[in-house]
């Protein structure tokens, strides 16, 4: 039973840390300057009486923890209100964003997770300078190119040069663009922790037998790994949400990013809130997770 009180803990602490970011979101979004009525007004749809009238029915002249409390009270149940600027459920636009997200994050991730397992897999165990020489460069790239600029030069590339792939629409260049980011940020840290598993003395052992360099890297040191490499995973797959954001916008993709910046322009608070809230939940949720396995696989953690 002890063993599973740190798992609790965890479990609660980030859900307190999703309902903070949610809370102060919403807060942060009430106290800026403008809202959806300001801009219908500026487009010429409503007169001030109209504009006054609308506040009214939006319960915009209601106290802030007033209207906190019953946009909370409904999002629980996962009825996030109506767009204001488009007059459609906000629940409805998400259900048709969030795929398009979860894809584009789901396949980085793969690719991420893929890539940096086996060039960090293949450089302990062959141990070659052509292949660390690429660890490094791939960390280099995560750390020194931002992901938007390496969308820009693969729409110039692939795009406009050579003609390969659409410049809207597609899925192929913002996964493999994300995917690789996401490799960078992990290679070089899996390939340091595979090189000290390497001085075990079952792995030492396993040499001692004859057994072939990459064959003990996959079946001796890849396994002691695992637990380094799931929290690795994990802020790759945390940060691969916030990459995937920015590709929406990029790429003209329908998702959850491309959605929050209309929003965002159009001063469309439900719209806006809805996206944040599933966000996070979804970033916390996976920090949690992680956390949760990483505790379960490895009892040493926490003690």
């Known amino acids: 039973m002890n063993r599973f009180l740190p798992v609790l803990a965890t479990l609660l ?31 010429g749809g409503l007169t001030d009486a109209q504009q006054g009238e609308l506040r009214t029915a939006l319960g915009y002249d209601r106290s802030l923890v007033a209207q906190f409390l019953d946009w909370a009270g409904r999002a629980i149940t996962g009825d996030f209100g109506q767009s204001v600027r488009f007059d459609r459920p906000v629940a409805e636009m998400l259900a ?35 292949l ?8 280099i790239w995560s750390i020194a190119v931002p992901t938007f600029c390496a969308g820009v030069l693969g729409i110039l590339v692939f795009s406009l040069w050579l003609g390969w792939l659409p410049i809207l629409g597609s899925l192929v260049l913002p996964i493999a663009i994300v995917g690789l980011d996401g490799a960078g940020q992990i290679v070089k840290l899996l390939r340091e922790d595979l090189e000290e598993a390497r001085m075990l003395p079952h792995v030492r052992t396993a040499r001692a037998k004859g ?51 209309n929003a965002v322009h159009g001063r469309d608070l439900p719209v806006v809130l809805a996206a944040v809230t599933v966000v996070a939940l979804a970033l916390v949720a996976i920090d949690t997770t992680v956390h949760v396995l990483h505790r379960l696989l490895d009892p040493r953690v926490g003690r």
């Open 132 to 139: 660390d020489a690429a660890v490094d460069t791939l960390n």
């Open 13 to 43: 602490a980030g859900l307190a840390r999703a309902i903070g970011i949610v809370v102060v979101t919403w807060f942060l979004c009430r106290v800026m300057p403008g809202d959806v009525v300001d801009v219908i007004g500026l487009e």
């Open 211 to 261: 057994l072939s360099p990459l064959r003990i890297a996959l079946a001796h040191v890849l396994p002691v790994a695992a637990p380094i490499g799931l929290v690795l995973s994990g802020l790759v797959l945390s940060g691969l949400v916030s990459g995937a954001l920015t590709m929406e916008i990029l790429f003209g993709l329908p998702g959850i990013g491309s959605l929050m910046l």
């Open 96 to 130: 048709h964003a969030a795929p398009v997200t979860a894809e584009l994050a789901l396949g980085a991730f793969l690719v991420a997770i893929a890539l940096a397992t086996v060039l960090a897999v293949a450089a302990t165990g062959l141990r070659s300078r052509a």
